[in-house]
């Protein structure tokens, strides 16, 4: 018999509250249009996107991170001191170590939590979230911090014209909770290794330092692989998604896709056979990709705006680079 004493954590979780932090900077397909050969037209048709956000010197990931982080404490109610546990989703953090978890804990007044990143590309919150979850249920922190946050102006070549127009910049965040009955449902998840080619950056950072290569790494992709797999592959995790949380498509009020591109997005739609009641986030048209920023970035502009209301229910999923995959269904907070 075993002597270890069963954890004292939540029934369940929830999302307690959402903030989002979008740079100061807008930059429309113009500048785009400075260094690749396009046009605003054929941007829009390929992608949706008008407009980004790309962040300035002093929009840090760190810095992005806390203003969202702030807004996300206090629209659950919370002090800082109460989040127990920091998620933080990036790729385009550049230092290596201390995780910049811990560096934000710090800033925003948080005592002593569970602090750490993590990398799963543009479904790195759904990876969060559920980490957050666990945490919840399992009891090791009663309110966990999730952010997602990317500089990938950093990261973009804008000389590529598959991808120059794609990315932005931007930090979303929610806190995670105790709930009393079932509010984020089962996360399927996964990755294909087999595809990671497909979405990946150019060189390591080595072949810069040792000078094999001039340029600066930079993220690119197979535009027509992507756009294949997220629209046919995704949808059928999507689809597992709401079975595993044990609705229909019909009892959805929103739907929170990765906001990678508006034609996977109206794809995805399409092939899971949404009602028109369905509110679908494209946020992607005025921020563009920020990879795993995009959802929690997402679901706070559609509270905002009252296109989505507290307690609706709601299908998430990411996915990107690895390639890897998040979806669940959740209660908006």
């Known amino acids: 018999m075993s002597k270890i004493k069963p954890s004292k954590g939540a029934p369940y979780a929830r999302i307690m509250g959402v903030g989002g932090y979008r740079p100061t900077r807008v930059v429309p397909n ?6 690749i050969d396009s046009s605003d037209e054929w941007i829009r048709s390929r992608s949706g996107i008008s407009t980004r956000h790309w962040a300035n010197d002093e929009e840090t990931v760190t810095a992005m991170s806390v203003e969202a982080a702030g807004k996300a404490i206090a629209d659950a109610g919370l002090a800082p001191e109460q989040i127990g546990g920091v998620i933080v989703s990036t790729v385009s953090h550049f230092k290596q170590t201390p995780a910049v978890a811990t560096e934000i804990a710090d800033r925003i007044g948080a005592v002593r939590p569970a602090a750490f990143d993590i990398s799963a590309g543009c479904a790195g919150f759904g990876y969060g979230l559920t980490l957050a979850k666990g945490m919840v249920v399992e009891g090791s922190a009663e309110y966990v911090l999730v952010i997602g946050v990317e500089r990938l102006s950093d990261l973009t070549d804008l000389e590529d014209r598959a991808t120059a127009f794609l990315f932005g910049d931007g930090a979303g965040a929610v806190v995670v909770g105790p709930a009393k009955e079932p509010r984020i449902g089962p996360t399927v998840w996964g990755s294909e290794g087999d595809k990671s080619e497909t979405i990946k950056q150019t060189v390591p950072w ?9 340029r600066f790494p930079a993220i690119t992709q197979e535009g027509q692989a992507v756009f294949r797999w997220a629209v046919f592959e995704m949808a059928k995790v999507a689809q597992q998604a709401l079975d595993a949380a044990g609705i229909t498509a ?25 009602p028109e009641h369905v509110t679908v986030a494209r946020d992607v048209e005025t921020t563009g990709n920020t990879s795993a920023a995009s959802i929690p970035l997402a679901m706070e502009r559609l509270l905002a705006t009252g296109q989505a209301k507290s307690g609706d229910t709601a299908l998430v999923i990411g996915f990107g ?12 907070p």
């Open 30 to 35: 113009e500048v785009i249009l400075e260094t």
């Open 250 to 274: 019909d009892e959805l009020d929103v739907f929170i896709p990765h906001q990678a591109n508006m034609r996977i997005i109206d794809s995805m739609v399409k092939t899971l056979k949404l």
């Open 206 to 214: 080595t072949d810069y330092r040792d000078g094999v290569v001039e």
């Open 321 to 332: 680079a690895g390639l890897v995959y998040a979806a669940t269904v959740v209660t908006l």
